[in-house]
């Protein structure tokens, strides 16, 4: 009964390298969610993802940030050319949908902790 | 634009007393109402919900708090312990609207439970 799990749970970077965060949601859930966490603050919501598609993806930065959840495998975030001020946690969270009832409670991953050089 | 609002940034209070934290929104479109307990180092985890039909809901030591009129919720800790020391995070959704699906959270609030 594993929860959501990302991985890695620490990333380290230089300036201008690329990052990739990946996240497999729990059994059962098709909806991924990716929030940042800057430090001492709240989480934002980036994107919003179902299978092979990108739902709603107002939440993140239009260069150098890249979503997808393919069809089979994991959902990955990806941040190309990192900057110091990408230093975050980013979380990761899925869902199910429940038909007839409109609630989607949102279940977090760990985390991966980004920290760029 | 901030469309929750989440008050104090930090609490401390004694064991067995009960903090209460404060969460306003904006949007009337907002239908579920949840908070988060964060421990460092870990993601946010559910603790309780709230849908605005209800005006309280209990789930152990935990109260949620609901005025719709003033576009208020608040989170309540009866018998505090030490083990509740965390950040606390209100969050807010609209259900229902795939564009609506994500969490708006409040800037959360570091409670301090001393023994």
């Known amino acids: 009964n594993a929860g959501v799990m990302q991985n890695p749970r620490h990333l380290v970077r230089r300036r201008g390298q690329e990052a990739r965060l990946r996240c497999s949601p729990m059994k059962g859930h098709s909806h991924v969610y990716w929030y940042r966490q800057l430090p001492e603050e709240g989480l934002k919501f980036m994107v919003y993802l179902q299978k092979e598609n990108i739902i709603d993806e107002s939440g993140m930065p239009k260069e150098r940030f890249s979503a997808e959840f393919p069809k089979e495998g994991p959902s990955i975030l990806r941040i190309q050319q990192v900057v110091r001020g990408d230093s975050a946690a980013y979380f990761c969270a899925s869902s199910r949908t429940l038909a007839g009832f409109s609630t989607d409670t949102q279940y977090f991953g760990p985390g991966t902790r980004l920290t760029v050089l | 634009q901030q469309q929750v609002k989440q008050s104090p940034q930090s609490l401390i209070v004694q064991k067995g007393g009960i903090p209460i934290i404060n969460c306003a929104y904006e949007?009337?479109?907002?239908?579920?109402f949840p908070w988060y307990q964060q421990f460092p180092g870990k993601g946010p985890a559910l603790l309780i919900a709230i849908r605005p039909d209800v005006s309280e809901k209990k789930e152990g030591r935990f109260t949620i708090s609901f005025n719709k009129s003033a576009k208020q919720f608040s989170l309540h800790i009866m018998d505090s312990q030490p083990g509740d020391s965390a950040t606390y995070f209100c969050?807010?959704?609209?259900?229902?609207?795939?564009?609506?699906?994500?969490?708006?959270f409040g800037e959360g609030t570091q409670l301090t439970v001393n023994p």
């Open positions: 949007n009337t479109a907002f239908d579920y």
């Open positions: 969050a807010a959704l609209r259900t229902g609207e795939t564009s609506g699906s994500r969490l708006t």
